[in-house]
């Protein structure tokens, strides 16, 4: 069991976090979103959606583009090579980690 | 886990399910139908299918708007294979057009080609959503079981309908189920979004 608290601890904590992780997963479905339309996927408050793609961005993640469209302020959001890499990365880990809980059997 | 699976679907699919973009075309088609049914001969003055083609176009710029303002933007990654089949799907419609204006085979061409339409959408966009894909199924059937209904001796199915030929039959059957389809898929869009915040 070590062996999985391990690869536990081993993942991309800036990842797992639950909103982070469902925004670059809605990012990596698609070419691109604006800032509305990740609200309205992932149901956050513009606040924290905010604070959580400033984090992905700095970390290289995802592009933020602001842009004027209709003469309003539209920030226009995408996922990064690095940052398809990463989630896919992710998500083969923790596929990887439900599939060994499901095959663990006691000694 | 299921919840970041739709969260991924709906992202992936975010225009298409804005059901209410499909009514605009669905409206354009029918109300071009009903007119080109109640035309004696060829058609001479195209004033009013124009102007109803231009209105449509309207309606779907303010629907467009709608979707842009309330639920924001989501570009789609459209691969080469969807690219692809969407230009055979549209050339085998032009083909099945002029086919059943020729009267090449007592099977309707058009009718085959958009049960092909529906079962193909069914399986590359729907198959997560099991009612939406099932839905799919049946309309294609429908659609398939009427083409092949003048082989079988019923040959004019469109006439219940009031209508003058097979083509006018199916593009006005299609027409309709945009319609109903488009609100279908509006509703489950909007019900499939997680609650803002404010309301959560």
């Excluded at chain 2, 708007?65 to 309330?70: E, F, I, K, P």
């Excluded at chain 2, 959408?121 to 939406?132: C, D, H, I, L």
């Excluded at chain 2, 083509?167 to 909007?190: A, C, E, P, S, W």
């Amino acid at each position: 069991m070590s062996s999985v608290f391990a690869e536990i601890a081993a993942l991309d904590k800036l990842l797992h976090e639950p909103a982070r992780l469902s925004l670059m997963t809605a990012l990596s479905a698609c070419k691109s979103a604006d800032f509305l339309a990740l609200q309205r996927l992932t149901g956050l408050t513009s606040g924290n959606l905010s604070v959580h793609l400033s984090k992905l961005e700095e970390s290289g993640l995802v592009v933020m583009e602001k842009q004027f469209v209709d003469k309003r302020p539209n920030t226009q959001v995408q996922i990064t090579e690095k940052g398809r890499q990463v989630i896919e990365n992710h998500w083969r880990q923790l596929e990887n980690l439900r599939r060994d809980a499901q095959n663990w059997r006691p000694d | 886990m299921d919840s970041i699976k739709h969260t991924r679907f709906l992202a992936k699919n975010y225009p298409q399910l804005q059901g209410l973009r499909a009514i605009p075309l669905s409206l354009c088609l029918l109300v071009i139908t009903l007119w080109a049914n109640s035309q004696q001969g060829p058609a001479r003055d195209l004033t009013l299918p124009i102007l109803l083609a231009l209105g449509c176009l309207v309606f779907y710029l303010l629907v467009d708007r709608y979707y842009n303002r309330v639920y924001g933007r989501v570009k789609r990654t459209v691969t080469h294979a969807e690219m692809f089949l969407s230009t055979i799907g549209a050339v085998l419609a032009l083909a099945a057009f002029i086919g059943d204006n020729l009267n090449i085979t007592e099977v309707s061409l058009l009718g085959l080609v958009f049960a092909a339409v529906f079962a193909f959408t069914g399986f590359w966009y729907w198959r997560p959503v099991k009612s939406v894909l099932n839905l799919n199924l049946v309309l294609a059937a429908c659609f398939a079981i009427l083409s092949i209904l003048p082989v079988v001796g019923i040959r004019d199915w469109w006439g219940f309908l009031g209508l003058k030929d097979s083509i006018l039959g199916f593009t006005l059957l299609f027409g309709i189920f945009g319609v109903i389809g488009g609100l279908i898929f509006h509703i489950y869009f909007v019900r499939s979004l997680p609650l803002p915040p404010e309301a959560s």
